[in-house]
């Protein structure tokens, strides 16, 4: 018996399939197979129910798989301890959040690699249903996400930390007679054509404001800031966006732009979210990490 082929039960019996388990774990669909197979034959039990539709666990595999997840999460407690005894923390850290707000937690990311530059990190910026679906599969340690309400009944095998509450503002440029007000109402917003970031959370706001008040005028959609920047600050469109996402942030901090309040009748809980796996156990570097996060966030 060897720990890939624990492994790989597991996988299966998350994915489904045993050609979604070979495309998670990055190995051949034949090495899965023959893997299961072998394992099958040295404990003398069927795993696995295979079909067209998918491959299930047999009662007995149930039994069989959860030992192989328990020995798993032994393991990593086993490197976790190991590690701390060490003066230098090693590992690997791979991070997934939506873009926008990464530049909250770049300190924290960047302190990190500094304070133990040993560990292997890798960042990258997805999508919110790209994120969870990653989460769900392994393929990264954690991800960022605005959580909203397609997928506030989507918690299934994950674990969701809201962070730092956020509302929706409106940055516009100094220039325009808006700039003197405190607040700015839908009915106004919708005179103003609009530049908006790619991102699901303002793709699906969006949606929901036309819902409610009307079509507005979309220019354009882009995840390049400089665009959103220029044609902002020229007084040709405004832009909207989570508050947190203008802060410390230096295209907005000019004089040329103002950040003020979108004034709707209803306010719905915005929340920058961690999510993690409840089937994987935490490592120390994630761990070290999160912590770290929270006291950055705490302090915004």
């Known amino acids: 018996m060897h720990l890939e082929q624990l492994e ?3 996988e ?3 994915a489904g399939s045993l050609t979604a388990a070979a495309q998670n774990l990055h190995v051949t669909l034949s090495a899965v197979s023959q893997s299961i197979s072998n394992l099958e034959a040295e404990l003398k039990v069927t795993l696995f129910t295979r079909s067209r539709s998918g491959a299930a666990p047999t009662a007995e595999g149930k039994v069989i798989i959860q030992k192989a997840v328990e020995v798993l999460d032994k393991l990593q407690e ?3 301890e190991a590690g701390g005894y060490s003066n230098t923390q090693c590992g690997e850290l791979r991070i997934a959040t939506i873009p926008g ?6 300190d924290t990311i960047l302190g990190l690699k500094k304070q133990y530059p040993n560990i292997q990190m890798e960042i ?10 990653d989460v769900r599969h392994n393929k990264i340690d954690m991800g960022l996400i605005i959580l909203f309400e397609p997928y506030l009944e989507k918690h299934a095998g994950l674990i969701i930390e809201p962070l730092m509450e956020g509302k929706v503002v409106v940055c516009i440029s100094r220039k325009s007679p808006l700039a003197l007000n405190t607040s700015i109402s839908p009915e106004e917003l919708k005179k103003q054509p609009l530049v908006l970031y790619n991102d699901d959370y303002l793709k699906w706001y969006m949606d929901q404001f036309q819902e409610r008040y009307g079509d507005v005028t979309i220019l354009f959609s882009t995840n390049n800031k400089d665009a959103i920047r220029r044609a902002t600050e020229d007084g040709t469109a405004v832009t909207i966006g989570l508050d947190y996402s203008f802060r410390n942030q230096p295209e907005y901090l000019k004089d040329e732009f103002v950040v003020i309040e979108l004034n709707t009748p209803v306010h719905n809980s915005i929340h920058l979210s961690l999510v993690t796996s409840k089937e994987k156990k935490l490592s120390n570097t994630s761990k070290i990490f999160i ?5 950055t966030l705490h302090l915004l």
């Open 8 to 10: 790989i039960i597991v």
């Open 12 to 14: 299966v019996a998350k």
């Open 78 to 80: 086993l490197r976790d």
């Open 101 to 106: 707000p990464l530049f909250l937690y770049l």
């Open 124 to 133: 990258m910026e997805k999508g919110t249903h790209e994120i969870i679906d």
């Open 291 to 295: 912590n770290n996060l929270r006291h």
